[in-house]
């Protein structure tokens, strides 16, 4: 089975900036894969590449079988993936005057020409997945962070994707609120669902990834089972990372 995702050699600059460099990596279909690092490293960045948020200077990237060129010059390719990849920000980005409902249903309808029913059918399905099928009716402004989470959630599984990228889905959710997230995380890992997901959430990744990556300062310097980053790094920076954050 062919790999989800396929970077080689990717080069990102913003101006003088030089923010990844030289990135290989590949992501197989069903892998959970978590990228951690210091502030700053790049982490968020190379997700956004993945998606074409981010137009990169120099490489290959290939998602979901359909190939992204340098300075977002294949169009065409760049709205495939995005019809195939979901991505949950760390800001919910929801449609403050849509329902929670209307939200996850629209862009089946808009962007799948799914029926108004159908997509509000699957809507409802989804909320209740992600255990907040009781709000559908609501409003983002009359949620939680973590149920707005979820509702974002839902409305990227909405599209089907082959692809789930998570850039920080936690960082902006009180205390009490991140667990009901990564509660939903989990389930979706355990259900097969491709992830490449961006946390500082340590105990999380030890528990669901199949691979971690550490990023410092744009280079990927170490990646493994979790057990073996967490357990026995061998980069002196993986190293000196790790006994910093695991310490808190």
Sequence with gaps: MSAIVKIENMNKHFGSLHVLKDIELSVEPGEVVVIIGASGSGKSTLIRCV?????????????????????????????????EVGMVFQQFNLFPHLTV?????????????????AARQNARELLE??????????????LSGGQQQRVAIARSLAMEPRLMLFDEPTSALDPEMIGEVLDVMRELAAD???????????????????????????????????????DNPQNERTQTFLARVLKH
């Design 51 to 83: 998606n074409g948020l981010e137009e990169f200077q120099d490489g290959a990237v290939e998602v979901v079988k359909h190939q992204l060129e340098p300075y977002g010059r294949n169009q065409k390719a760049l709205h495939e993936i995005r019809s």
């Design 101 to 117: 409902l209307e939200n996850v249903a629209l862009a089946p309808v808009k962007v799948r020409g799914q029926s108004k029913e």
């Design 129 to 142: 997945r992600v255990g907040i099928a009781n709000q559908a009716d609501k409003y983002p402004t009359q």
């Design 192 to 230: 097969g669902m491709t992830m490449m997901i961006v946390t500082h959430e340590m105990g999380f990744a030890r528990e669901v990834a199949h691979r971690v990556i550490y990023i410092h300062e744009g280079q990927i310097v170490e990646q493994g089972k979790p057990a073996d980053v967490f």
